[in-house]
């Protein structure tokens, strides 16, 4: 807490009806070794609220975000298919199983890439700024940024708090993959604070040091063009390219190697390509001494990073000053790991001082960790009333969304259920349940007309 009720609340997306294994991230080796298994939509959407709960007793602001609608029958219409709902199912089952993978997935559970926030006391007109990713590295993903742009507009309406700027040209020289390459990095969160944009490659005139096996998701150009929309200055932006060998060991995202929060920066020792001139850059920039916490290749391989998402944990502020890491069950199950953050991040000489382990399996599965299902927004007392609709959880929203899960989801989802055009009909049903009982309005396709 600090000046004017400023706080930092954590958006979860809540984990849509058609949750699915189907393997379709490159680069992501935990989203490519279980493809195929059969998922559990129900439990996967009851994990995340789990943890929702526990964070918000826990006395963290909470706050939800709706999946999105799947199958996107729109992108199969664009793609040639016609006919009835159920043709179009059926067509591209046989023909384009693929395709019919990627217009289900339910990856908007990632609310990490939903966009980049800037909150308002960083920004030079006092809103606070929003841009929704692009996500164009991923088909499944890239058919995303319209409705979150939309659920975005709806919740964050009153335009004298809130400022929303156009998706970026979905091209690749402006990849975009939203706050899951950003880190704010401050004093209190009412302080100003410095943003810390990370990189895989550059588009124009780069070339060099580039990951060789994997992707990289993200450009500088893009990261240069969401600070310039938000109106940050060169005082206030550090850009630091991430270590291509970490891409290539399957760190598809920088909070999959580093979580920052506050003055404090978690990170392995590979996140970077050129470590010390960020952390030299970040301790010019800031106003308040940066704390960073460096985890060696000694004590956690990349393999470790990887396979236990430790660095995907959550790092939150506490009243007292100090900080909590919430991290999944996996950590645990690694023993270099689970005696890292035990030894070495809990004794060190730091603000974290406790650890909370989650289970959250159903997501990390597909590639997603605690972190990844969250996209952080600093908000003032202010800035929190005037969101429009119910979307800051308590007990009562929380008992809500319980029982519209288990009214609606199945508990188990093949690759082979994908085609059954009564998916498609419970999804439109409960979605169109779900928008009245956050009081957003109506944010689908299927709602517009």
């Avoid at 298994?37 to 439990?43: G, I």
């Avoid at 709902?85 to 067509?91: G, H």
């Avoid at 500088?220 to 206030?236: I, T």
């Avoid at 055009?421 to 409960?430: D, I």
Wanted: charged share 20%; proline share 6%; aromatic share 6%.
């Amino acid at each position: 807490m600090s000046m004017h009720g400023i706080r930092e609340v954590n958006f979860d997306g809540l984990v849509g009806l058609t949750h699915n294994y189907s393997g379709l991230a490159h680069g992501n080796v935990a989203s490519m070794s279980h493809g195929g298994l059969v998922s559990n939509p129900k439990e996967g959407a009851l994990q995340g609220l789990a943890k929702m709960k526990s964070l918000m007793d826990a006395g963290y602001a909470q706050g939800v975000l709706p999946p999105q609608q799947r199958p996107d029958l729109g992108a199969l219409r664009d793609l040639g298919f016609s006919g009835s709902d159920r043709e179009m199912l059926a067509r591209a089952a046989t023909q384009a199983p693929q395709l019919l993978r990627a217009v289900c997935s339910a990856s908007s559970m990632w609310t990490a890439n939903a966009g980049t926030i800037t909150p308002s006391v960083d920004a030079p007109d006092g809103r606070m700024h929003i841009t929704p990713a692009n996500l164009q590295s991923s088909f499944h993903r890239y058919l995303e940024p319209r409705t979150t742009g939309r659920v975005l507009q709806a919740i964050f309406r009153d335009e004298q708090h809130f400022a929303h700027h156009p998706v970026l040209p979905a091209t690749p020289a402006f990849s975009d993959e939203g706050a899951a390459n950003h880190t704010r990095l401050c004093g209190e969160y009412g302080e100003p604070g410095v943003h810390l944009f990370v990189y895989g490659r550059q588009a124009f005139g780069g070339g060099r040091n580039e990951p060789k096996r994997y992707p990289a998701r993200q450009t500088l150009e893009a990261s240069q063009a969401v600070a310039r929309q938000h109106g940050l200055s060169d005082a206030q932006t550090v850009f630091a390219q991430q270590h291509p060998e970490a891409i290539d060991a399957g760190v598809f995202h920088n909070d999959v190697i580093a979580v920052g929060n506050g003055p404090v920066l978690l990170y392995h020792e590979m996140a970077f390509l050129d470590e010390e001139r960020t952390l030299n850059e970040l301790r010019a920039k800031m106003s308040t001494p940066l704390i960073p916490v460096r985890v060696p290749v000694e004590a956690v391989s990349m393999e470790d990073a990887v396979a236990s998402y430790l660095f995907n944990s959550q790092l939150l502020s506490n009243p007292d000053g100090t900080m909590t890491l919430v991290v999944p069950s996996e950590c645990q199950e690694r023993e270099a790991v689970w005696n890292t953050i035990q030894n070495f991040i809990l004794a060190g000489n730091n603000p974290i001082g406790e650890v909370i382990v989650k289970d959250v399996k159903q997501s990390m599965r597909n590639g997603g960790g605690p972190a990844c299902l969250r996209l952080r927004v600093v908000l003032s007392e202010a800035e929190r009333a005037a969101l429009t609709g119910r979307v800051l959880l308590n007990e009562a929203l929380y008992s809500d969304l319980t029982a519209w899960v288990n009214r609606h989801y199945r508990d188990r989802l093949a690759t082979d259920d994908l085609a059954d055009p009564q998916l498609a009909t419970e999804v439109l049903t409960a979605l169109d349940e779900l928008t009245q009982l956050l009081n957003i309005g109506s944010v689908y396709p299927f709602q517009q007309g």
